[in-house]
């Protein structure tokens, strides 16, 4: 896809987003069959807290005494941290197979079978040190913050240093998501066993398609996050009988918790295809 004599070849944006979405519906069968499990496990998690956070809503409505009280029961905060837990491990098997279905041509396995292999433990791996490599910025002025005490009096105060506070935050939390975009190569690459691109070559590999990468991930992810927001929000707007609205939210949670698996392969594709055109070239 790229010239040899090209160092530092431009992603072609508009391709590489219509190449992501038609390998997605290409490969939506194959899709199913790699998100088969954690559909059905996220679901039955997220069914779970939609009914419990409906009794506990009712809760407070119901007694006018609970309401100082929002604190939400030790059980629901339990369950909600092992559902996201279930959400990663999902994001990162559906991504791996994805990964290596498209490179590879490898035909997915039975969902959720990629959990003992060293490719996925390699995946999250390096997700784990990019995610720490992008917070070095953020963590570093929190570290200026306390050793210079810049941090207002209260939470209202505007003292001479909150305008450079806000201006260093921003440029912290873009430059850890410049981190993370420019790095964001090697995920393809652990997914599929190549250990042969570091994160200097990512760096380098990904200069000057920072923000085309960022569009591409946006294109990918932003159309069907608000479609599955709109779905949610209409699936529990619908009125029902006042014995039914358990059952609303377990059942619209569920929904909205699958869909948004079923289309996570979509940015899943873009990176695979910006990781083929900007680490392999031809």
Same mark, same amino acid.
């Given at each position: 896809?790229?010239?040899?004599?090209?160092?530092?070849?431009?992603?072609? %944006?508009?391709?590489?987003?219509?190449? #992501?979405?038609? #390998?997605?519906?290409? &490969?939506?069968?194959?899709?199913?069959?790699?998100?088969?499990?954690?559909?059905?496990?996220?679901? !039955?998690?997220?069914?779970? !807290?939609?009914?419990?956070?409906?009794?506990?809503?009712?809760?407070?409505?119901?007694?006018?005494?609970?309401?100082?009280? %929002?604190?939400?029961?030790?059980? !629901?905060?339990?369950?909600?941290?092992?559902?996201?837990?279930? @959400? @990663?491990?999902?994001?990162?098997?559906?991504?791996?197979?994805?990964?290596?279905?498209?490179?590879?041509?490898?035909?997915?396995?039975?969902?959720?079978?990629?959990?003992?292999?060293?490719? +996925?433990?390699?995946?999250?791996?390096?997700?784990?040190?990019?995610?720490?490599?992008?917070?070095?910025?953020?963590?570093?002025?929190?570290?200026?913050?306390?050793?210079?005490?810049?941090?207002?009096?209260?939470?209202?105060?505007?003292?001479?240093?909150?305008?450079?506070?806000?201006?260093?935050?921003?440029?912290?939390?873009?430059?850890?998501?410049?981190?993370? +975009?420019?790095?964001?190569?090697?995920?393809?690459?652990?997914?599929?066993?190549?250990?042969?691109?570091?994160?200097?070559?990512?760096?380098?590999?990904?200069?000057?398609?920072?923000?085309?990468?960022?569009?591409?991930?946006?294109?990918?992810?932003?159309?069907?996050?608000?479609?599955?927001? @709109?779905?949610?929000?209409? !699936? @529990?707007?619908?009125?029902?009988?006042?014995?039914?609205?358990?059952?609303?939210?377990?059942?619209?949670?569920?929904?909205?918790?699958?869909?948004?698996?079923?289309?996570?392969?979509?940015?899943?594709?873009?990176?695979? &295809?910006?990781?083929?055109?900007?680490?392999?070239?031809?």
């Amino acid at each position: 896809m790229v010239g040899k004599g090209i160092s530092h070849p431009k992603l072609p %944006l508009r391709q590489t987003i219509r190449l #992501s979405y038609s #390998s997605y519906f290409e &490969h939506f069968r194959d899709g199913l069959r790699i998100s088969a499990f954690w559909l059905a496990i996220a679901a !039955m998690f997220d069914a779970a !807290m939609g009914w419990m956070q409906a009794t506990w809503m009712a809760h407070i409505v119901e007694d006018p005494r609970a309401g100082p009280d %929002l604190t939400p029961p030790v059980e !629901m905060t339990v369950l909600d941290n092992i559902g996201s837990v279930v @959400v @990663v491990f999902a994001c990162v098997s559906i991504a791996v197979a994805w990964h290596r279905l498209l490179l590879l041509e490898e035909r997915p396995g039975r969902s959720g079978g990629n959990l003992a292999t060293s490719a +996925l433990w390699l995946y999250a791996s390096a997700a784990i040190v990019i995610c720490l490599l992008a917070a070095i910025p953020f963590l570093a002025l929190l570290l200026a913050t306390w050793a210079f005490d810049w941090a207002p009096a209260s939470s209202e105060a505007i003292e001479p240093q909150t305008p450079f506070l806000i201006a260093a935050a921003i440029a912290a939390y873009a430059t850890g998501a410049a981190i993370l +975009l420019r790095l964001c190569l090697l995920l393809p690459a652990c997914a599929i066993g190549d250990l042969t691109l570091t994160i200097t070559g990512a760096w380098r590999r990904s200069r000057g398609n920072s923000w085309r990468l960022f569009w591409g991930i946006v294109a990918c992810i932003g159309p069907t996050a608000v479609i599955v927001g @709109v779905v949610f929000l209409i !699936m @529990v707007s619908i009125p029902v009988p006042t014995g039914l609205y358990r059952v609303q939210w377990a059942a619209s949670a569920a929904i909205g918790i699958c869909c948004w698996l079923i289309t996570w392969p979509i940015w899943i594709a873009f990176l695979t &295809h910006a990781f083929r055109f900007l680490a392999r070239p031809a």
